[in-house]
Each structure stands twice: as C-alpha cells, then as structure tokens.
Nanobody, 118 residues
Framework: QVQLVESGGGLVQPGESLRLSCAASGSIFAIGSMAWHRQTPGKQRELIASITHGGRTNYFANSVKGRFTISGDTAKGTVYLQMNSLKPEDSAVYYC???????????WGQGTQVTVSS
C-alpha cells in the first residue's frame, strides 16, 4: 500500500520560513511528478508547485512565485517545499501528492497545517 507523509508544518510569524517534507513509502511502480497543494476552508484545493521526474519542469502558482521553491527526488518519492517570506494568506493545510506516469494513479498525503500569524 502506497503512503505519502508530510511533515514540517507549524506556526510562524509573517516573514519567517518553513520547509515542508514529503516521503513516499510502499509499492510505487514509478512516479511521473510530485506536487504540493494547499487548501483553506471554503476554497478549492490549489496547486502551489510541482516537479516532474528528473526535476526538468517546475511549476509555481503566481501567489508564491519568487518566495517558494520545490525540490526533491521523484525516483525516491521525496519532495520538499521551501517557503520563504511567509504571509498570513499562506496559512492553509498543505498536501503532498504523487502521480504515476500518464496519470494512471494519484496518491495524496494526509496534509500538514501551516499557520502564519503575528
């Protein structure tokens, strides 16, 4: 059974940084891409950043571009999200996901809470 586990969330003040981690375990045949999403109550889950196998293509939402970076090793099923210059509007539950090549299967983590408040 495939599992994704996020860690690194917490409570920080505006302007501070956090680094989120995600690790996959179980029988994953292959991973085509990994990504971070976030969700707040009453809103759709939002794609924040993604990385393809080999790290050749990275995507960042406009709301985090220039502040967040994504890295990892999709072959190992690990991905990180470095979040700098955090703002209160970044507060959300952050979810890690992994997608097999050609989108055959998608896996989601349980989420980790990030709260940015003074």
């Amino acid at each position: 059974q495939v599992q994704l586990v996020e860690s690194g969330g917490g409570l920080v003040q505006p302007g501070e940084s956090l680094r989120l981690s995600c690790a996959a375990s179980g029988s994953i045949f292959a991973i085509g891409s990994m990504a971070w999403h976030r969700q707040t109550p009453g809103k759709q889950r939002e794609l924040i950043a993604s990385i393809t196998h080999g790290g050749r293509t990275n995507y960042f939402a406009n709301s985090v571009k220039g502040r967040f970076t994504i890295s990892g090793d999709t072959a190992k099923g690990t991905v990180y999200l470095q979040m700098n210059s955090l703002k209160p509007e970044d507060s959300a539950v952050y979810y890690c996901n992994a997608v097999e090549p050609a989108g055959r299967r998608t896996y989601w983590g349980q989420g980790t809470q990030v709260t940015v408040s003074s």
